[in-house]
């Protein structure tokens, strides 16, 4: 009896373990991004001259923004994660070849890289279960 308390604790302890090592990074993502993103809107940010420099116009800022914002929102939502990472790692490819083809600077890229690597270290796997099962189907 004694054996079966302390299976049913330790299975219990686990799962809390295991429900922590999901949601966290998942939380991180979402705090990251929803400030990133925030960032965008402020009057005086680094983004303003950075976005002049792209060439495509301040509503693109904004823009980027929002969808920061937006897939840090959905990253907290089980049934929407993976297309929350989705558009995370989409902000950031653009960010990539931003840095590489319009501002000059193929250097600063690594920085929205490792990003992308990290939101496929935290989504990876659901956005390939999402994916195969679609060609299953």
């Known amino acids: 009896m004694a054996d079966l308390k302390l299976t049913v604790l330790e299975e219990q302890r686990q799962s809390g373990i295991g ?3 999901r949601w966290l990074p998942r939380l991180v993502v979402a705090l990251l991004f929803v400030f ?4 965008k809107f402020s009057a005086h940010s680094q983004w303003i001259e950075i976005f002049d420099r792209i060439g495509l116009g301040q509503w693109f800022r904004y823009f980027t923004g929002a969808l920061q914002i937006a897939g840090g ?6 049934r929407t994660f993976p297309f929350g990472i989705l558009m995370l790692a989409s902000t950031m490819l653009g960010a990539m070849a931003a840095w590489v083809f319009f501002l000059g600077a193929p250097f600063n890229a690594l920085i929205p890289g490792a990003l992308l690597l990290g939101l496929l270290a935290v989504g990876g796997e659901e956005l390939f279960n999402l994916t195969s099962s679609k060609k299953e189907k």
């Open 73 to 78: 929102i959905l990253v907290l939502v089980p």
């Open 36 to 39: 990133v993103g925030n960032g």
């Open 19 to 21: 429900i922590f090592k």
